[in-house]
């Protein structure tokens, strides 16, 4: 349709749903788009009776239920503490390499707008606020797990949000605790500055090692990949001893575990996090705790997981109101967005 290139859903590169499940002998889909590929399972079809919904949280979850309970003709209140839809999507689009997700949080911006949703920002959710509503859908997220390390209330350790969120600016050498999907998103931010080279053809493929197949042939540069150098100097960390990123996409681990290496990244497992002082972090490995050493750091990055945000669906518990509780507030699964956002939509194609 003319003019509507806007009400396109984006592409976000991720393949978590397409490629890994097809690579993994699972159906094909996508993480944007659930009912792709799932269209006669999925059905997102007209209520017989129109409610009144409200849904707490404006991430990926909160976002999919709303609009899919919209387009089923409900009535849809979307509300969030924060003064910006995405939730933590807007923290994923400052990583080199995911600027897709700038396009994505628009889209939904430019949906939840077209489709009539009542989006109040800047508004704390409390028990009084939604005692009046027929259904109450709860996606309010996860909180940083805390990894009760001695030392980590010092001025030079933050959260993955403070870095991301650009509240803190970490110094030259960093310790990044915590290998998961967000202990990679933090390293791969921390080491690059200024523009990203994902925005930058001709620097991509300098630094990818890429070259024109009418200049060379299989498209790889004679002179090998040339990345720039590092902006930091990063080690990450964890305490599984296994293999770093192990977890990661099937089709996109191994692209994530490379950028890292070509950037230097120290890559540290088995290791026990002893304390945090002014030299850095002290470290031992393994039961026993052998080998004891100090990884020295200007700044500590917290990047251990998460855990659920429930504080509002208890407060409803105890006030005997009926609730869902979707997203990241029910299973905190490394910011899974692919879960949440499927989740999201078949709950409010059911209500």
């Known amino acids: 349709m003319v003019g509507k290139g806007a009400h396109i859903a984006p592409c976000i590169a991720c393949n978590q749903a397409c490629l890994d499940h097809t690579f993994s002998g699972k159906l094909s889909s996508c993480l944007v788009n659930p009912r792709a590929c799932n269209e006669t399972e999925l059905v997102v079809a007209p209520a017989q009776t129109e409610k009144s919904i409200a849904v707490v949280g404006a991430g990926p979850a909160g976002l999919s239920a709303a609009m899919t309970a919209r387009e089923r003709g409900h009535s849809v209140t979307l509300i969030d503490r924060a003064d910006e839809i995405g939730g933590q999507l807007n923290m994923a689009k400052q990583v080199p390499g995911k600027e897709e997700f700038w396009g994505l949080v628009d889209w939904y911006r430019t949906m939840v707008t077209d489709m009539g949703i009542d989006v109040r920002l800047n508004t704390e959710a409390n028990v009084e606020m939604l005692g009046g509503f027929d259904e109450v859908l709860i996606a309010t997220g996860v909180l940083p797990r805390d990894p009760d390390i001695p030392g980590q209330d010092s001025a030079h350790v933050h959260s993955y949000i403070d870095v991301l969120k650009k509240r803190a600016v970490p110094g030259k050498r960093v310790a990044v605790v915590g290998a998961g999907g967000i202990g990679f998103d933090v390293s791969e931010y921390l080491v690059h500055e200024g523009d990203s080279p994902t925005e930058n053809l001709p620097e991509w493929m300098s630094e990818w090692g890429v070259a024109d197949t009418e200049q060379h042939r299989g498209g790889l540069a004679p002179e090998g990949p040339q990345p720039d150098a590092p902006a930091r100097a990063v080690t990450l960390l964890q305490r599984k001893a296994e293999k770093h990123g192990k977890r990661l996409g099937k089709t996109t681990g191994w692209i994530h575990r490379s950028a890292l290496k070509m950037k230097d990244v120290a890559f540290v497992g088995g290791g026990n996090y002893e304390r945090i002082d002014d030299q850095g972090l002290h470290v031992s490995f393994g039961e026993a705790r052998e080998n004891p050493s100090v990884i020295e750091a200007d700044d500590i990055i917290l990047?251990?997981?998460?855990?659920?945000?429930?504080?509002?669906?208890?407060?409803?518990?105890?006030?005997?109101?009926?609730?869902?509780?979707?997203?990241?507030?029910?299973?905190?699964?490394?910011?899974?967005?692919?879960?949440?956002?499927?989740?999201?939509?078949?709950?409010?194609?059911?209500?």
């Open 303 to 351: 990047c251990a997981g998460q855990v659920p945000d429930r504080s509002l669906a208890e407060a409803l518990e105890a006030a005997g109101i009926a609730h869902h509780i979707i997203g990241g507030a029910d299973v905190a699964a490394e910011l899974d967005a692919k879960r949440a956002i499927d989740q999201g939509t078949r709950l409010a194609a059911t209500l």
